[in-house]
């Protein structure tokens, strides 16, 4: 659907620590920009960044997403429930079940290798997780009724067909039918830690598998302006003492050139990029796990800094 200019926001994927750290970039965003993320013309969300964009698209301001992550309640807002800290369910996941996952993604990205991502072949491999995103259901259910979808028309969430390999974004035309919960729930399934979840008879899981922020989406909108807040890529950072931390880096720089791949295609549109990642004052908060709850509100804390000191400075911020 072609926008007639406009902004759009596109909040990338990251777990537990990426959602605390993306709450306090929207709250730099809104006070150093003056941008209400749910005035954007189009909202796009890919796992940890699928909650808060289901947030968003339902109304629900940053003010309040704050408290929630400070657990503040709110008396004029939506009871968001579950307690931040177990919402995801712990810093380890459960054992996953034996085997791997998706046989028919792993033929899928044996027969058409360049329709499938690295990590979403991957994905297939990886055993099928067990543990439960009812949590996160119960958040979605706080602000949007059981099978309904968000106020907001233009609300995407990415997945990835777990069968299939392919990228699915519910919420466009075309996609298939689902309500805001389930559809937020399946892009939050991370391969081997989550269950994949049913929706119209087919398996989905989380959508970072295809992209950490699926940016490209918005190449042909039209759109003025995208903001990107990416909690799983960075520009700047900081040097790990641990061998878990040098891998997650190390990572992160291949999840980074995903990005700038993508900025490249929407900038070649003529609509102007805007990216904040976390630096390296923020990776050294983060630490090498980004679902380990106990460095929450310190990830936060230090997001609400550092992003809105990237927002001033522009640092952070390829423009085209």
Wanted: with cysteine; hydrophobic share 40%; net charge positive.
């Amino acid at each position: 659907m072609q926008q007639a200019g406009g902004t759009g926001l596109v909040l990338g994927a990251g777990g537990v620590l990426g959602a605390a750290w993306t709450i306090g970039a929207l709250a730099a965003l809104q006070s150093e920009r003056g941008l209400d993320p749910r005035d954007a013309s189009v909202l796009v969300g890919t796992s940890a960044g699928s909650v808060l964009t289901g947030f968003l698209g339902c109304g629900t301001g940053v003010d309040v997403l704050l408290d929630h992550q400070r657990g503040i309640v709110n008396a004029e807002a939506p009871d968001l429930g579950p307690d931040p800290d177990r919402d995801a369910g712990g810093a380890l996941p459960p054992l996953p079940r034996p085997g791997i996952g998706s046989a028919r993604g792993l033929l899928s990205a044996t027969l058409r290798p360049w329709r499938v991502t690295p990590m979403g072949a991957l994905s297939s491999v990886l055993p099928q997780g067990r543990g439960s995103l009812a949590p996160i259901g119960t958040l979605v259910d706080a602000v949007c009724p059981r099978g309904a979808w968000a106020a907001h028309p233009q609300t995407w969430i990415v997945a990835m067909d777990y069968d299939s390999g392919r990228r699915v974004v519910f919420g466009r035309d075309g996609a298939p039918h689902a309500g805001l919960r389930d559809a937020v729930m399946s892009s939050c399934a991370i391969p081997g830690w989550y269950a994949p979840v049913r929706i119209g008879g087919r398996r989905y899981v989380d959508g970072g598998a295809c992209s950490p922020t699926s940016l490209d989406l918005v190449a042909r909108l039209g759109l003025d302006e995208v903001v990107v807040l990416s909690p799983m890529t960075s520009f700047s950072y900081d040097e790990p003492a641990t061998l878990a931390g040098r891998v997650e880096r190390r990572f992160r720089r291949v999840m980074t050139q995903r990005l700038v791949g993508e900025i490249r295609k929407v900038t070649a549109t003529g609509t102007k990029v805007t990216v904040v990642g976390p630096g390296a004052e923020d990776l050294a908060v983060i630490g090498a796990n980004l679902m380990d709850p106990s460095r929450r509100t310190r990830v936060l804390e230090t997001s609400l800094r550092t992003s809105a000191a990237a927002l001033r400075a522009r640092a952070l911020a390829p423009v085209g």
